[in-house]
């Protein structure tokens, strides 16, 4: 390009020279006074046709400019697109990390939200199921996908007996795992684990569905179970220190949860489980590292959850009636049989529960906790000073928290240092019909990860 603009300035030059060579040459020769006349117009003309000449050589020349500098803004920008397009493609082949409130915020309210049952052995399934589909206010809205390991052909046909009132998808690998020598007896833990991958991989990767609801073939749900998870949709999607929302309470035993108030939600930063509510960026992230098993309380890990937190009830929507299990009923005959189920339907969706979001709820719910006078557990058992009403006892070590937590019922466990319920290291119940408040000291900062 920059060759083309030198020959064209070379031709003006040239042009100039070869017309002031004539007009010398003119000049210099003897003539009349006529001839002279004529040669003075002579001179004017072909100094005029110069002028046109040398002006249509510019025109060209600024041309040749403007269409030199196009070329290089469009190499420029070529190249940008470029850098862009492998910038993405890099970024795409990236594992996934927490998702942004904008991805969330493409996610309609209204969006679907599939039901996704774990089912295996137990043709119990049935009251699980049973409970869904008598409950579920649109089958559009709320689809029973349940996803069947173990090859269990009785279990198989019940599911298969509801025809399309559901879908009914099956595990393909159902080989052993290799497991370590002294994880023998956990291999039902493993093949649990898989099942979920392969579980929650259908739902949001082939059914290409947004959000689901996750529960076990052991658990009945409450009256207001969709309506509950319908309502609490919009929040998690509107606030990203939420990473789920669970129909359980870990200490919802019923002489421990207010039954009068079943509206009551709260924050937790233990992963409850047991019914729960996740979003697909959310498996974008788990999935890449999900663990070959002991899923649940890989959840609980501070690398998962990551400082977030799930919304719980008062009073649970699902209870477990499966004894039966890989944990051989773990917890089962000393707390799970006890859990009391919600029996009165509570119309979620007309309530604003923007006081769940973050900011909101820590002001509100710690001006509680340690605005409340606080209490010795020896004076609570001794149903002491009841004029107080809700009271808060505190604990400042590991084993403070798991004698008092024993004493008055609660589940003394700690996974990653979290309690059972617990938000910023507190725990809500009842004892005794009033409430207490388990909590560490009012400058507490932070869970310490060798409490477990």
């Known amino acids: 390009m920059l060759k083309k603009s030198s020959l064209v300035l070379w031709g003006v030059v040239l042009f100039v020279a070869w ?23 002579e001179v004017i ?43 993405a493609a890099a970024a795409s082949a990236q594992p996934h990390t927490l998702a942004p409130l904008s991805r969330r915020s493409q996610i309609s309210p209204d969006a679907i939200l599939p039901v996704l049952v774990i089912a295996c052995d137990r043709s119990t399934v049935r009251r699980c199921l049973d409970k869904l589909l008598h409950y579920r206010p649109s089958k559009e809205r709320f689809p029973v996908i349940v ?48 099942h979920y991958r392969w579980a929650l991989s259908q739902v949001f990767r082939t059914f290409k569905y947004q959000a ?3 529960v076990e073939d052991d658990l009945e749900v409450a009256p207001d179970f969709f309506e509950y ?36 939600l709260y924050r937790t930063d233990f992963f409850p489980g047991l019914g729960w509510l996740l979003l697909s ?22 690398e998962q959850r990551r400082g977030r937190s799930c919304i719980r009830p008062e009073v649970s929507r699902t209870m477990t009636f499966g004894r039966k299990g890989v944990s051989h009923g773990q917890f089962f005959d000393q707390y799970l049989k006890f859990i009391k189920l919600n029996d009165r339907f509570v119309p979620f969706t007309q309530m604003d529960l923007a006081y769940l979001k973050k900011d909101e709820y820590e002001r509100s719910f710690l001006a509680q906790v340690y605005g409340a006078p606080e209490l010795r557990v020896e004076e609570l058992q001794g149903n002491q000073r009841r004029e107080l009403g809700t009271v808060r006892v505190q604990y400042t070590t590991r084993d403070s928290f798991k004698a008092f937590a024993k ?38 900062t932070g869970y310490d990860p060798s409490w477990s």
């Open 19 to 41: 017309h002031a060579l004539i007009l010398f040459f003119l000049w210099t020769r003897p003539q009349s006074l006529s001839d002279h006349a004529r040669l003075t117009e």
């Open 45 to 87: 003309r072909l100094a005029q046709d110069a002028e046109v000449e040398l002006e249509r050589q510019k025109d060209l020349l600024r041309q040749i400019y403007h269409y030199s500098a196009l070329w290089s803004r469009r190499k420029v920008d070529e190249a940008q697109r470029l850098r862009l397009s492998a910038a």
């Open 147 to 194: 996803s069947q390991d173990c090859g269990h052909e009785e279990t198989a046909r019940v599911i298969a007996s509801y025809g399309d009132a559901i879908m009914h998808i099956k595990q393909p690998n159902l080989s052993d795992i290799p497991v370590p020598t002294d994880h023998r007896k956990f291999q039902g833990y493993y093949k649990i684990a898989r």
């Open 212 to 214: 689901a609801i996750v």
């Open 229 to 264: 998870f319908q309502a609490t949709f919009p929040l998690l999607l509107a606030d990203p220190t939420l990473w789920c929302v669970s129909a359980w309470n870990d200490n919802g035993k019923e002489q421990m949860v207010d039954t009068a108030h079943p509206e009551l």
């Open 281 to 302: 960026d959310l498996w974008d992230e788990l999935e890449p590292k999900w663990p070959k098993a002991f899923w649940d309380d890989w959840m609980r890990q501070p």
């Open 407 to 444: 004493a008055l019922g609660v589940m003394d466990d700690l996974k990653s240092g979290v309690p059972r319920a617990g938000y910023q290291g507190i725990v809500s119940f009842l004892y005794r019909g009033r409430r207490v408040y388990l909590a560490p000291p009012s400058d507490w």
